[in-house]
């Protein structure tokens, strides 16, 4: 089930100013878990082995671009 929320009347910039905030916080975190995730396809396709994000997020190897695509 779906909720469908509106504004009360006078509040559409100060809704507005929410929203542009919550999405300048996930589009950041999607380029962290999008690193995380390049992380983890890199080592099961090349090195042949498993790791987690948490395994991942304390790898300090950089990719480069050409691993990242």
């Not at 589009?27 to 999008?34: F, I, K």
């Given at each position: 089930m779906q909720d469908f929320f509106r504004c009360q009347p006078g509040q559409e910039a100060r809704a507005y100013q929410v929203a542009y905030a919550s999405c300048k916080r996930r589009?950041?975190?999607?380029?962290?878990?999008?690193r995380l995730q390049a992380h983890v396809d890199y080592n099961a396709t090349y090195r042949k082995r498993r790791i987690n994000k948490t395994q991942a997020r304390r790898q300090i190897e950089i990719l480069t671009r050409e691993q990242y695509l």
């Open positions: 589009v950041s975190d999607l380029y962290y878990e999008a």
